[in-house]
């Protein structure tokens, strides 16, 4: 077996053992919650939850009031599946609270949101809740974008200097050049998985200046996919380093093939590509994409070096084998990128729509640039290098330059995309909200004959719904003392009519009413009939419309 073969034989092996340890998800999406955001609940709640599309690791779930007081006396945060149960072990009062959390998905982005939801009366104005389904930016984001850029350009450098050596035909002079690189990325590679953790684990915890240095973001850290990432990185770079430390002479060639292959396999178990679905294609997609960027970047300071020492005829040998299989690169470079594009963007408008899509455009354009100074490479200055002209190793070497900082800016890009939310997760998170009634269902006041009704109706949608009613005198006193409730529903455009519903008394003069026929969307007709005596009946009209 050829030595191209074994690298590519190892590097397809770990790709397809780390493609079965990621989950099917990437960016945890929240599918459901109770309460809803703004539902009205008669009755205080013995525990709230919230439900995601994949497993979350919890860093806080808290109940608020209006003051920012955390209340309820939670207990420890239960893990059902998808689910987080917060139990609470005291009763809520009747008020305005906020629901609040953060929790870390598979691709180690930390999500959070915060909304409100009222017990046994109407939600008070949340103007100052923001709901969110990002958590947001902290001075720790910044550090792990920096560190995430110095480990992305390191391990492919690391790699990407042992894959030269495997698959290219170099003089014991070249492959040093190689080894020189590889070695001193492969050192700050080790160094950047160790720090992924802890400021992964800060950023988690929105922690302080000096909460690198606390057990407990370590271990928030080390309980995300960053372990397990760190876990095959740092022994593959060690592999790597005493793989290179064997000289250019005697190159240890198994060596530098697992160590590569390890180090493509620690980027498969994390990050929004990689355990983005379908897995079993996204996995192997990114591996192929890493490899080939890899072999790249790897080969651009050795093929620099061969324009020094005057050698024309093995800088033009280097450039015409570095030639060939770079058709075969770009080729598998432009695959994988186009499957990994078409899964996480999903249509062609969300390249412009969305800040993923905008990250992405910048990488291609860059990309396009690298590809044109290839090419002219190819078709220029590699045939008048055959040709024994000394003076196209001055232009190559030019060349090289503009392709190392097109390369430092491509990488930028791409951790930039790390960082953003792809299209899928916010297709995903749209549907999640429709569900979930974010809009808060249906509010109104109506007054009739000097009384007046507040009337909530959640969550306005087809299927059974809840509405509470608050009736008032023209003092605005709630008349807590009503002889009884009931409710008419109609639909007179599906031909439904005197749906009739009594109302149940609550403690503090709220009327509780569930009504389990609005199962057909369109405009609804409500009447409220109250007793206000056992003599005196009040209606109060409106319509609702049903979604």
């Known amino acids: 077996m050829t030595r191209p073969m074994k690298a590519l034989v190892c590097t397809l092996t770990a790709m397809l053992a780390a493609m079965w340890s990621v989950a099917a998800f990437a960016h945890a999406v929240l599918m459901d919650s109770s309460p809803k955001a703004k539902e ?20 806080f779930f808290k109940i608020l009031d209006r003051t920012g007081k955390e209340v309820g006396s939670p207990g420890e945060i239960q893990v059902d599946g998808y689910k987080l149960i917060l139990p609470l072990s005291e ?26 939801f009222s017990v046994g009366e109407p939600m008070a104005a949340m103007d100052d809740v923001a709901q969110s389904a ?28 042992a894959l030269f050596m495997l698959m290219m035909n170099a003089p014991a002079a070249v492959n040093q050049s190689a080894i020189r690189w590889g070695r001193a990325g492969a050192i700050v590679a080790a160094i950047a998985y160790v720090l992924s953790i802890g400021l992964g684990g800060a950023e988690m915890v929105m922690g302080s200046g000096g909460a690198l240095f606390s057990l407990d973001t370590w271990a928030r850290g ?36 697992v160590g590569t292959a390890g180090a493509i396999g620690s980027f498969l178990v994390t990050g929004h590509a990689a355990t983005a679905p379908p897995v079993w294609v996204m996995a192997p997609m990114v591996g192929v994409h890493l490899v080939c960027a890899a072999f790249w970047l790897g080969a651009l300071y050795p093929l620099f070096r061969t324009t020094f020492g005057g050698d024309v005829a093995v800088s033009a040998g280097m450039m015409t084998q570095f030639s060939t299989r770079a058709v075969w690169t770009v080729s598998a470079l432009l695959l994988s990128g186009i499957v990994i594009t078409f899964f996480q963007v999903r249509e062609i408008s969300n390249m412009t729509g969305t800040d993923y899509g905008v990250s992405l455009i910048r990488k291609l354009v860059l990309f396009a640039i690298i590809m044109a100074i290839a090419a002219y490479n190819k078709v220029v200055l590699t045939p008048k290098l055959e040709k024994g002209d000394a003076g196209a190793m001055a232009s190559i070497r030019k060349s090289i ?48 004959q000097g009384y007046s009704a507040d009337i909530d109706l959640t ?44 109302g149940e ?13 609005m199962i057909i969307p369109g ?25």
């Open 459 to 502: 969550p306005a949608l087809a299927g059974e719904n809840m509405m509470m009613v608050t009736v008032k005198d023209q003092a605005g006193n709630v008349l807590a003392d009503m002889a009884d409730l009931e409710v008419v529903a109609e639909l007179p455009a599906a031909g439904l009519s005197d749906i009739r519903v009594k």
């Open 222 to 257: 080390s309980a995300s996919t960053l372990t397990p990432s760190a876990a095959i990185g740092i022994p593959s770079m060690v592999v790597l380093i005493w793989a290179f430390a064997a000289g250019a002479e005697r190159p240890k060639l198994g060596a530098l093939a």
């Open 134 to 161: 990002d958590a947001g930016s902290t001075p720790w984001t910044y550090a792990v974008a920096g560190n995430r850029w110095v480990l992305y350009a390191t391990m492919l450098l690391a790699a990407g200097s």
């Open 401 to 448: 330059r503009i392709e190392y900082i097109v390369y430092v800016l491509i990488l930028g890009a791409a951790m930039t995309l790390t960082m953003t939310i792809p299209p899928r997760a916010i297709v995903a998170q749209s549907g999640a909200g429709a569900a979930m009634d974010m809009n808060g269902g249906f509010k109104t006041t109506i007054q009739s």
């Open 91 to 116: 009763e809520l009062a009747n008020g305005t609270y906020v629901l609040t959390y953060r929790v870390i998905s598979a691709d180690t982005h930390p999500v959070g949101m915060t909304f409100g």
């Open 523 to 547: 405009e609804w007709s409500l009447r409220v009939e109250a007793f206000v005596s056992d003599f005196d009946k009040v209606n109060f009209e409106t319509t609702a419309q049903i979604k």
């Open 40 to 59: 009205m609940l008669a009755t205080a709640p013995k525990e709230v939850s919230v439900t995601f599309n994949e497993n979350v690791g919890p860093i």
């Open 505 to 517: 008394k609550m403690p503090n003069g709220m009327w509780h009413v569930m009504i389990t026929d």
